[in-house]
């Protein structure tokens, strides 16, 4: 199993504020997934980047993949209450099986 | 709408017991996994299933086995409930290369 290295991993930040999540490894993937998981459900996809170098936005969330595919990061502009919830990174490798990081907890408050 | 059910969000079972997980997957999906995740500890692979009857051992199979009968449905069992296995089980399905598709977990609390 490739290790998946998640920081920070709490963040609790009042509604308003910027905020980076990194996901980091010394393997190569051949793309990488965020989820998201909010209390009590389980983790939803977010994205997936492919090429290394890679941005992409999803409203206020931007995800950036390495240029050699070993880290990826999560940027949040202006966090909202919503956006609480457990962040993972998962690695895709040739394997059937997704390599998840342990994820970062955020909590934003009013 | 793609959906993974499980068969309880919440169960309470009591030490040596046998107990079933059932996972059902409404997308023909070919790969099925179960992971268990615990705080501190992230998710955690204990089994996954690439084909009808066909597994695989994940990162944790001690104390699990697993079964796979039908494409839709992967269940988990728990041959003699433990107090360690207390934990928040987790289905997934997914084509190859794309997008994995959770249930909704089961809480398991074995006393």
């Known amino acids: 199993t490739q290790l998946l290295e998640q920081s920070p991993q709490f963040l609790s930040i009042q509604e308003g504020e910027n905020l980076t999540v990194y996901c980091n490894s010394s393997?190569?993937?051949?793309?990488l997934q965020w989820y998201r998981q909010e209390p009590g459900e389980g983790p939803v996809l977010l994205v997936t980047?492919?090429?290394?170098?890679e941005v992409k936005k999803l409203k206020r969330l931007t995800f950036q993949f390495g240029d050699a595919r070993k880290d990826s990061s999560l940027h949040i502009t202006a966090a909202q209450p919503g956006d609480t919830g457990l962040y993972l990174c998962a690695g895709v490798d040739s394997g059937y099986a997704l390599n998840f990081g342990k994820g970062t907890s955020l909590l934003v408050t009013p | 709408d793609v959906k993974v059910t499980q068969s309880s969000r919440y169960l309470v079972k009591r030490t040596g017991e046998k107990v079933f997980l059932e996972c059902v997957q409404d997308?023909?999906?070919?790969?099925m996994f179960w992971y268990r995740q615990d705080p501190g500890l992230g998710l955690r692979l204990i089994y996954f299933?690439?084909?009808?009857?066909?597994?695989e051992k994940g990162d944790i199979p001690e104390g699990y086995s697993v079964s796979r009968e039908k494409k839709e449905r992967f269940s988990l069992i728990l041959e003699s409930a433990s107090t360690n296995q207390t934990s928040m089980y987790l289905c997934a399905s997914r084509v190859e290369g794309y997008e994995q598709y959770f249930g909704p977990g089961t809480r398991l609390t074995v006393t």
């Open positions: 299933s690439y084909d009808v009857k066909m597994k």
């Open positions: 980047v492919v090429t290394g170098g």
């Open positions: 393997s190569v993937f051949s793309s």
């Open positions: 997308m023909d999906h070919e790969n």
